[in-house]
């Protein structure tokens, strides 16, 4: 999961970066061009932060399932000490 998480963050900010410099394009010129861009850029930046974080919960319901499914063995417990003494 770290691999997405790094891959995520990666393409949100090469895709943010642009939205933002239209925007301010935008701001300053009027130009509807510049306005549709930086919009286009920001919806595929919300479309990988969403995606994102669909693997995200899909991946732990998938474990869940695993778990329920195919129960991982019980771990080992050390047996008590024995003795006459009572603890401390």
Request: charged share 10%; hydrophobic share 60%.
């Amino acid at each position: 999961m770290k691999i997405v998480f790094w891959v995520s963050a990666v393409l949100t900010v090469l895709t943010l970066a642009p939205s933002v410099l239209y925007w301010i394009l935008f701001f300053s010129t009027g130009d509807a061009v510049a306005r549709s861009r930086a919009v286009t850029f920001f919806r595929f930046t919300v479309v990988i932060v969403l995606g994102t974080f669909n693997i995200w919960i899909f991946a732990r319901v998938g474990g869940a399932l695993k778990d329920i499914w195919f129960p991982p063995p019980p771990a080992a417990v050390a047996p008590a000490a024995e003795s006459d003494e009572p603890p401390s």
